[in-house]
């Protein structure tokens, strides 16, 4: 970890700046498999802190996060722990996905990164920034650049002087000098971020 914030910093200065400011960043690091999965699509397009009570929700409603568990129910009792109705319907998806076989977290490991990424995206409900989440927090990849993050994006704009928030389209451009280290700029960036929304600086 240390080398990498020490190369991408190498790489853009102002990174420097929030390590000594603000520290290293807290690790990231999931477990792997279907639990993390479905805990990510819980967090999509939700805040933290409704992402977190859905999610304990599901948890204590399941009894065992598991394929077998979500399979069990319907689609209206998925929805009573608090999921949508697209989240209740990909989580059966993604149960369904994996226990057929035909999502192995083991064989995933040894996928290279847009490898593995265009195969999560095959499951129902899980798009590009979802499977970068996976890959940067799980697998720990070094090169992850979740280009769609707004919290990147903003993060992003203050940090680097912006003008205005990149969109979508330039992020990939904008992170292209930090490769191979996108995942230690993105988690840099993010700590910039949680600081300057506690300072009341977003937007």
Same mark, same amino acid.
Request: charged share 30%; aromatic share 8%; hydrophobic share 40%.
């Given at each position: ?5 020490? !190369? ?31 805990? %990510?699509? #819980?967090? !999509? !397009?939700?805040?933290?802190?409704? $992402? ?14 598991n394929p077998s568990a979500v399979l ?15 989240? &209740? ?20 490991? $040894?996928? &290279?990164?847009?490898? $593995? %990424?265009?195969?999560?995206?095959e499951i129902k409900g899980i798009g590009? +920034?979802?499977?970068? #989440? ?5 697998? !720990?990849?070094?090169?992850? +650049? ?23 389209k330039q992020m990939p451009d904008l992170? &292209?000098? +930090? ?6 700029? &993105?988690?840099? %960036? +993010? ?13």
């Amino acid at each position: 970890m240390e080398e990498g914030f020490k !190369q991408v910093t190498a790489l853009e200065p102002r990174f420097g700046d929030v390590l000594r400011r603000h520290g290293e960043p807290p690790s990231r690091k999931r477990r792997g498999g279907f639990e993390t999965v479905l805990k %990510i699509i #819980v967090q !999509q !397009q939700v805040s933290l802190a409704s $992402a977190d009570a859905i999610w304990r929700r599901v948890r204590k409603g399941l009894g065992q996060v598991n394929p077998s568990a979500v399979l069990a129910m319907d689609e209206d009792t998925l929805r009573s722990f608090g999921l949508s109705r697209p989240k &209740a319907d990909y989580a059966r998806s993604l149960a369904e996905v994996v226990a057929s076989g035909r999502l192995d977290f083991r064989r995933l490991r $040894a996928m &290279a990164d847009e490898e $593995a %990424i265009e195969k999560l995206i095959e499951i129902k409900g899980i798009g590009r +920034w979802t499977a970068e #989440v996976y890959l940067l927090s799980v697998m !720990q990849r070094p090169d992850i +650049w979740p280009a769609a993050d707004v919290a990147l994006m903003e993060g992003a704009r203050d940090l680097l002087g912006l003008p205005e928030r990149p969109t979508v389209k330039q992020m990939p451009d904008l992170a &292209a000098p +930090w490769r191979p280290y996108r995942t230690y700029a &993105a988690r840099l %960036i +993010w700590l910039h971020y949680r600081h300057m929304t506690k300072r009341g600086t977003v937007g």
